[in-house]
């Protein structure tokens, strides 16, 4: 199992300088008054995996406002036995976030996926059933990153096909040779993208379906679909057929796609499609408590098809999560957070929402650019 065991903060968001010592596998609760800083710190989790974290934040957002130096965190994370130092940082010289694995430079941050996997729920996800298909789609793609880091390239790898070929399109450069083989790179990969959405979206509906009875009282069963017009053919015909129909397609959207930018069809609009099950209902229509329990329904079977098939759970990050819950529901999501047995680490403001998980979490307090263990 990996979790966080030490975390320092410097010049980070709110922090000067902060450190985080014997930080324990289970149940993490960070209270303190709002803008104390805790979202802060789970913030700088979330920067111990590859990507820009929480906030999908730029360097400059993060770096401590009129402070000298850079920005760095540097945690030791216990993985299955093992202890490995991750630092992360901005790099003054080449404006960008390093990272150093035991000391050593990594190449790219994607390094960082061999040690540790994260997953959050913010307060901005409660609208996620509610907002454009783009957030549901990478909330999608990130429970897949979980398990597959190469997804991550190919999702970036067909988004700079895609950005090439609109440039080559608005500028009427007509060159056919050029957005041929940028096209046959966004069918390639497009359909990699969709194969792997449908694979996982299988599993996940299966880890759904398997949650235990307590907690389908409280935290009620999902059904997942897709929807994407690549990721419909691919359930139906062969993935080189499906590859080569893109490609025509792309070809055939060429004009239109140079008048309204991005392409008209392919995996860069798929859609997460959830229903509350037991009412067959869409989330959309659900309310706003019960959007929020479908998605921690969701973000468990997740967990639990990773302890499954990695052996571990994720590390969750449980931004004010105790907030919109009920007393019972509260003590329930404690349950079985205990009983994933990953670390996670909830934020609140009041300590007493948290009063169920007392003789299991521990506590630290979040005050004014200091973090203490109560
Ligand atoms: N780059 C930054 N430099 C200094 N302070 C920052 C920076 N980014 C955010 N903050 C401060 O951090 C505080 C918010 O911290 P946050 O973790 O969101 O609080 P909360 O405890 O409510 O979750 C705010 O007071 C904000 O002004
Ligand atoms: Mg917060």
């Not at 783009?134 to 950005?163: C, P, Q, W």
């Not at 609009?269 to 509350?276: A, C, H, P, S």
């Amino acid at each position: 199992m990996s979790f966080v065991q030490t975390l320092q903060l410097r010049n980070f968001r709110s922090y000067e300088t902060v450190r985080m010592e014997d930080v324990h596998s289970g149940l993490i609760v960070l209270c303190g008054p709002n803008g104390a800083g805790k979202t802060n710190v789970l913030e700088a989790v979330s920067l111990l995996t590859p990507g820009r974290g929480l906030r999908s934040a730029a360097n400059e957002e993060i770096q401590k406002k009129d402070a000298n130096q850079a920005w760095a965190i540097a945690s030791n994370v216990e993985t299955g036995g093992a202890n490995v130092q991750i630092g992360t940082g901005l790099d003054v010289s080449a404006n960008k976030r390093a990272v150093r694995i035991n000391g050593v430079p990594a190449k790219t941050q994607m390094a960082l996926s061999d040690y540790m996997s994260c997953i959050w729920l913010t307060p901005q996800m409660d609208r996620l059933f509610l907002d454009t298909a783009g957030g549901r789609r990478r909330f999608f793609d990130k429970l897949i990153f979980a398990f597959d880091s190469g997804h991550a390239g190919r999702v970036t790898r067909y988004e700079n096909a895609m950005a090439q070929r609109s440039k080559l399109l608005r500028e009427e450069k007509n060159d056919d040779v050029w957005l041929k083989s940028l096209e046959s790179q966004m069918a390639e990969t497009g359909v990699a993208i969709a194969a792997a959405r449908l694979d996982f979206v299988v599993r996940l509906q299966r880890a759904c379906d398997m949650a235990p009875q307590n907690e389908e009282n409280f935290f009620p069963k999902a059904y997942l679909a897709l929807s994407g017009t690549v990721e419909e053919l691919l359930a139906r015909t062969p993935a080189l057929e499906v590859e080569e129909m893109f490609a025509y397609q792309l070809r055939q959207s060429r004009a239109k796609d140079a008048e309204t930018g991005g392409a008209a069809t392919g995996p860069h609009k798929g859609d997460l499609l959830v229903r509350f099950a037991a009412k067959d209902m869409p989330a959309d229509q659900c309310s706003t408590g019960e959007q929020k329990a479908l998605l921690i329904g969701i973000i468990l079977a997740h967990a639990r098809l990773m302890r499954s098939e990695r052996g571990m759970p994720p590390v969750l990050l449980l931004d004010e999560v105790a907030a919109h819950l009920d007393e019972d529901r509260r003590a329930a999501l404690f349950d079985l957070l205990q009983d994933l047995g990953g670390q996670v680490w909830m934020t609140g403001t009041d300590e007493s929402l948290f009063s169920a998980a007392r003789k299991r979490a521990q506590f630290w307090g979040v005050n004014r650019g200091e973090i203490t263990k109560k």
